[in-house]
Structures are given as C-alpha cells and as structure tokens.
C-alpha cells in the first residue's frame, strides 16, 4: 500500500480544514497533546506563519489592496516558505507534522474569489498531499457567533470585503464563508477528508480525530 | 495582447541595460504621439521596498520568492497595466514573466510550474531579450555600486569563496536560459553590448514595427 510505504520513510502529515470559527486549531491543539504524551514526534505548522512572509502578508492585508490572485500568491508564497524549510526536512526526519490548515485552505479560499481550482492546485502541486485531513463542517452563522465571541469585529478579508458582496460586514461574512464552505463540501468529498460535525461537543470531536490518527498510525507502523 | 492597447516587456539579465532602454523607448514613443506609460517588476505599491529587503535574506525558501514576484506582477498587472492597455496605451513593462521564470529555473524550481503559476497574465505583444556578455554586465554593475551582491552570484555558501566566478557562471546561465525563449517573432533578441544611444535605437526600431497599425505618429 502505497500509504504505508511511504509511512515508514517519513513522518505523517495530517491537515485540520474548516472555517474560521470551526473549532480546528482548538482540536488541533489537542490532538497534539495527546499525540506527545504518546511519546511521538510532533510538530505543528499554522498557516499563514512564516516568519519571512507573514509580516509582509500583515502589511498587505491592511493596505487592502490585493487583487484575488495577489492574495492567492501571497499565501502560497507563505505556505512554500513554511513547507520547504519547515515541514518538509521534518517528514524526512519521520517527525509527524499537524497542519492547521494546509493547500485545502487555499482550494476554498482562493476559489471562492472567482479563481480556476486547476490553477490552485497546480500553484500548490510542488507539495505532497496530506495523509489525512479533516474538515471541521459548521454553518457560517455558527463560525461567525464563535468569532464576535473572541473579538470585536471581522477582519477585512475573512468577511470577503474585498468581494463586494455587501456593506454589512456580517452579511458579507455569511455570504463569503457560505461560498468558501460550498468549496469545502466539493474538495472534501473529492479528496477523501474526514467530515467532523464541529457543533457536536469538543470531546466527541476529539475522539473522533484520536481514532482516526490511531488507524493511521497502526497501518503506518504495520 | 490585453485590451485596446499593446504590452512591450524588455526583459534581460542583471546590468544588461533594460532600464535605460525603457526609458528611452518611453520618451520616443511619447514623442511618437502614442499615450505610453512604463511599470517595472518589483514596482507594486505594497510589494517593492519588503521584496528588496527579502531578496537579501537568505532565510527565505526560492520557491516563495518566486511566488512573491508572482504576486507583485499579479499587482502590477491589476493596478497598472490593465488599465493602460484598456484605455487603448502602451506600456512599457521593464521585467515581465520571463525573468521570474528563469531565475527560479536557474535556482533549481521546475520552470513548467513556474510558468504555469504565471499563466494567469496574459502575453505580451512583443518582448525584447537585452543580451550581452557577462563580463561587460559586471563592469555595468560596478560602475554603479560599490559591492557585488550574493543574489546575483546565485548566492550559496560558494559566494563567500570566490564571488565574481560565482557571478560569472550564474550570469551564463541566466543569459542561456533567456537566449533559449527567443522565438524571433514574439520574442525577439536585442544584442545589448553597444552604447545605451544604439541599443535604445534598435530596441525603438522594433517596437515601432510592433506598433505599426496603431495609433501615434511616426511608429503608426
């Protein structure tokens, strides 16, 4: 099996999707934990974080002057610096490596500005695919009464200002992530993802994901 | 070809000269009578002082800088270009695709994604390669500034040893991977060795022919 072969050369990388407010870097953040405590070698990598390119991204992002694909490449550019140097020497060295989110961020995103899916996915084909990845499924309602809770306000992207999809930022919010999940529904169900429905308690959600790392990690050692 | 307008690129390696020649070019086609403006990679608003800071770092991966150029050119592209070639101008464009291109090909990057990633812009009209020796390049640059710089030695630990070899050999390459995409229609070689008045001269010769059938005065 071509997963287990490649299992036992190098590291597992799993993925948490979803959006904003779906509760995937809280569960992330466990399963990390509980995968250590195991005595693993863990690593986590966040999206939009390295440290040569995010500041440039945080710039950006406030001037709010980049176009669908200047956003798309700046972020792939975020996510090229973070695989090559981050990611990838870690797989190669067998350390496990948790993405909270990983190129499916960019399939949903990036599409839901208007840009063709086959030119994302080649923008991002210089990464291997993920060995597992759960999507975090929540209505955009739910996201959005999540992220009001942790702070004031959306951010100008996350609500698709940039789309004029409507003044009011809450509408626009709804609207923007309404077409974000819709992509997120297709990539997933193209892709294999794991659905985890992110309205059902933490820790039902946290067993879920423990149990399928587990399988993955008995087929990888098996 | 985008627009009412037409997009000429003059693209080149380091010290070739492609500056001097947009600017020439500007002022004769402006004297032409034809509404032309000219953009430069690494010239979008948010994007030129962080990506020259950037390109001096070493601890940034080549495949997200290429991707950073990409996304200055998707700006440059959205902010000023398509809008001069919709109100029927010609832009003048010192660096397009064909630069990041061949610099990520000459760092080790599969020049097919490279080229794929900027296949969202579209071609221009006419591209004039700026070729001319390496050594005469070096001599350009350092008529300039003071210090050679490790990005156009092509970097690497080796830089520290012996960086005008380092600089050479990169250079040839760079020129080798230019020369290959001349097609002579398109795209088109523009020995670059001769003084900046002659080669502008030549490079205005070819633009006007690219122009014939549009508007302006001389070059229509």
Sequence with gaps: ?222 | MSGTGRLIVVEGADGVGRTSVVHRLRTALAQDGHPVSSVRLRGSRGMRVPLRDLQRRADISERALFLLYAADLADIWHQEIAPSLASGGVVLCDRYTLTPVVRAEARGIDATWAAGVLAFLPPPDLTLVLEADARLRLLRMLERRRFLTPRESGLGATFRRDPQAMLIRYQHQLDALFHRRVDGQAIKALDASADRDRVAAAALALVRQALQGIGGGEGS
């Design chain 1, 1 to 222: 099996m071509a997963r287990r072969r490649r299992a036992r050369e190098s590291g597992l990388l799993i993925a948490v999707e979803g959006l904003d407010g779906s509760g995937k870097s809280t569960q992330i953040g466990l399963l990390l934990r509980h995968l250590q405590r195991q005595g693993l070698a863990v690593h986590r990598s966040n999206w939009n974080s390295s440290p040569a390119v995010h500041p440039l991204i945080r710039e950006l992002k406030a001037g709010r002057q980049l176009s669908p694909h200047g956003f798309a490449l700046v972020h792939a550019a975020d996510f090229a610096d973070r695989y090559e140097r981050e990611i990838l020497p870690r797989l190669r060295l067998g350390v496990h490596v948790l993405c909270d989110r990983y190129t499916g961020t960019a399939l949903a995103r990036d599409g839901a500005r208007g840009l063709p899916r086959e030119w994302i996915a080649e923008l991002y084909g210089f990464a291997r695919p993920a060995d597992l990845t759960f999507y975090f499924r929540v209505p955009p309602e739910v996201a959005a009464a999540r992220i009001l809770r942790g702070r004031p306000a959306f951010s100008h992207y996350e609500a698709g200002l940039d789309l004029d999809l409507g003044a009011d930022p809450y509408e626009s919010f709804v609207r923007f992530q309404s077409r974000v999940a819709a992509h997120y529904a297709a990539i997933a169900e193209g892709h294999g993802y794991v659905v985890i429905d992110a309205t059902l308690p933490m820790r039902s959600q946290q067993r879920m994901l423990r149990q399928a790392v587990q399988r993955l990690l008995g087929e990888a050692s098996g």
